[in-house]
């Protein structure tokens, strides 16, 4: 028999059909698991420990070669055990190798000696990224930016040097004018960095930066995306929407939008992902291929437009993985061979991590890398399952971001313990304009660079389409119950991951011939090769029936047969009892998962203990920001700015059983102390909404949630005082007018005394002031000088918020409201020593959550809550 013959009469019980068969390679999986493994342990580690650490699984993966090729003859299936597990050890030396190769880069210069030292230093910076802006107030006033760079050299103590070190950047508004390519020189001091990934160090400049922007196609890229940000702002109706999608810039979209699309599930829209890559491998790929170019040459132009639009865009990791992603997306839709795809999304994360073994440790990574292999593993058969009921078409546009956000559920939890309740019906609204913004998008850019005058034609057109998906983000941010408490840390992982894997199972329905060919490929589990049964007669002694598929071993009467239609298995009388099974199985996956929604929910809520009813202070764990909770009275409180998550703010408020907020006061107007207003508000009484700043006007949040709680803000300013139940309250700061400027040093500061049986508690909360200003308000506070018994950190235990009042008010207990693992240094070491030398311990709610001060007796306790 022929090849080809051969090929054809193969059943389809050993073949399958099409996508609803597909079949999973996976072969390099613990080659993947490993090197991710590898990279996460030795890009914490230096490049001694990463080379000698290679070396040794390199040469101890030599010597089982060795060994086994000796022994082949007398020890087969040991052999094809061993060759299979030496992959992963072959893996594993690659990526110690690599990423010894890429500490060793690292280390190499005097960047550490200055980091050790603190000596001015002046170094030749190559940008590496494009400058992402810091929330206002988050670092000091004014604007800040973090730009990704490399030292490539510079002066120290007045001697040259070379590097190639990665540092990160933290600089002001002359910053925002830096790009990718560019060469900066500038004096500055190093510090150690607490960002997870490349950078080791985090450079303050001192100086203003000389730059000379790039040239050649970083340049010119760089033009065309200045004309094209330009052209998208003749009609502002999009609000900034239309760069942000097409070119993942998001320098011009406004806030409220952006704040909107975070709750909604949006934001990736946004940012340059797997599927702007996809959308121009594919259109280029259709295009070319609907004027008759090869198929490989139409495959060569695809890549080719790819290459172009990283450059465009910013070739940086996360464009590059998602170039990558993306390109294995579309293969897996091209070629309809999602087995292949499986195996290239595999090597695709053993080569990214060779080549950049950080995103062993970003999230970004994880998150693209789960939806990647959503879309590739289970994309097909839930539309196909879907198709069952609706057409094709909409049968896809559900799927994909079903699927997706079925298999990152698991790793968005870790960031934010709830569940988005309209990120999939926003998603799948927004979805369907998607491809034309990008295409349009793309089109007009490329008009900018040949033909201008047809570019804003494009670009309004595309509009059309950004102005949709702003529409769908206001509309489902503004419906109730935006988000669900879920359990937070491996629980939550762990009852997320059975949640999306029961719904999976709910829209995945194996096919009736899946035993057959299961069994058909057993030989990938009892390593015995299949045999086709040639000569096989059917009963009536005439031509020659349907091949038949066995193994040795097997016993006569259990061939595999290749699968009948139900009409036809029916007519002869066959039974499946799977089928009469199904509907059980059904419910019992259905049970799954209300049990684990449930669950999570009842996680979230109950498993961790009430809030008692003699607290008296509340710190609430709301990320990199201010949440404080004061009791007045069973039910009321007190709040004091409510950080940058209204869920989050939201959650605690209810945990701690406050039903009226008496007062909010918003020390300043900085995202981190107002963001969450909303939340703080949504569903209670409010009695009054207090406010100080150095601006000229309220946040459109502040003022929305102001007017939907029915209060009208008042703007605070030293010797207000407020008596409330328990607890009188008197602003000592500001004494006057601030400038816009000085934001943080515009920061309500709030002496409290709360009523308790023995004695009142005195409370100082601070904001965000500075250390010059709080030894101002201290000398002209006398009453303040017998001391305090609380102490709020000013500004996160950033190094301007100083020692003064440390030394000066002698509190019993501080409280440091910070964001776990943020990326400022927060609290800086030199107030966690001062804390430490004066003996005042401390509570932070990055470490323990978010937390209350009760008193026992005439000690104050702390106890988290959650």
Known sequence: ??????????????????????????????????????????????????????????????????????????????????????????????????????????????????????????????????????????????????????????????????????????????????????IVRVLGLLQPSTRQGRATAMFLPSSRPTIEHATGWLGATDTLRTDFRTAAEQDGRDRGLLPGMVLGDRTALDPALEADMKITGLTHLTAVSGANCSYVLAFTFIGLRAARTPRAVAAAGAVMALAAFVLLVRPEPSVLRAAVMGSIGVAAVLSGRGRVSLTLLMLSIIILLAVDPWLSVSFAFMLSVAATLG????????????????????????????????????????????????????????????????????????????????????????????????????????????????????????????????????????????????????????????????????AGGGSPAAPVISHPGAAADSPVFPPRSRSQEEAAGVSHPHRRRSGRCRTAVAACVVLAVVGGFIVSHVRQPSAPSDWLLAACDVGQGDGLVVRTRPGHALVVDTGPDAAAMDRCLDRLGVDVVDALVITHLHDDHYGGTAGALRGRTVGALYYSTGEESLPREVADAASTAGVRPTELDGGTTMELDGVTVDVLWPEGPVSGGEENNASAVLDLLVDTPRRPVRILLTGDQEEDMAARMLGATPALRPGVDVLKIAHHGARNGGTVLIDGLDPRLAVISVGADNDYGHPHPTIVDALDAAGVPTARTDELGSFLIRIDGSRLEVRPIG
Not at 410 to 431: G, R, T, W
Not at 504 to 512: D, G, T
């Open 1 to 182: 028999m022929t090849r080809r013959a051969a090929a054809a009469a193969e059943p389809l019980a050993a073949r399958g059909t099409g996508p609803s068969q597909w079949t999973a390679d996976l072969r390099l999986l613990p080659s993947a698991v490993a090197a991710w493994a590898a990279a996460a342990v030795a890009s914490g580690g230096t490049a001694a420990a990463s080379t000698a650490g290679g070396l040794g699984t390199a040469t101890l993966a030599l010597v089982l070669v060795v060994f086994v090729v000796l022994r082949r003859r007398s020890a087969r299936r040991w052999f094809a055990g061993l060759a299979h597990g030496l992959v992963p050890v072959a893996t594993i030396a690659l990526i110690l190798l690599a990423t010894g190769g890429s500490l060793a880069r690292a280390e190499a210069g005097p960047v550490s000696d200055a980091v050790d030292s603190g000596s001015p230093i002046t170094v030749v910076l190559r940008v590496t990224g494009e400058p992402s802006a810091l929330p206002p107030g988050a670092f000091g006033d004014g604007e800040r930016f973090l730009v990704d760079a490399d030292v490539v050299g510079g002066v120290l103590r007045g001697v040259g040097f070379t590097a190639a070190t990665p540092v990160v950047v933290l600089g002001g508004a002359p910053w925002s004018q830096v790009g990718t390519g560019d």
């Open 375 to 538: 879309l590739v593993s289970a994309g097909p058969s839930v539309v196909e399952s879907m198709c069952r009921v609706m057409p094709r078409l909409p049968a896809q546009l559900l799927a994909i971001p079903l699927t997706a956000q079925l298999f990152c559920t698991p790793i968005l939890v870790l960031l934010q313990p709830s569940l988005p309740v309209y990120s999939l019906p926003a998603n799948v609204a927004a979805s369907p304009v998607v491809p034309a913004v990008t295409l349009l998008g793309m089109v007009s850019v490329l008009a900018l660079a040949g033909a201008p005058v047809l570019a804003q034609p494009l670009v309004a057109s595309a509009q059309v389409g950004t102005r949709w998906v702003g529409a769908v983000a206001d509309t489902f941010a503004d419906l109730p119950g935006t988000s669900v408490p879920w359990a937070t840390g491996p629980v939550g992982v762990v009852l997320a991951a059975l949640a999306s894997a029961a719904v999976l199972s709910l829209l995945v329905r194996r096919p009736a011939s899946s035993t057959a060919r299961f069994t058909a490929r057993s030989r990938l589990l009892d390593g015995r090769p299949l045999q086709r049964v040639r000569g096989a007669r059917d």
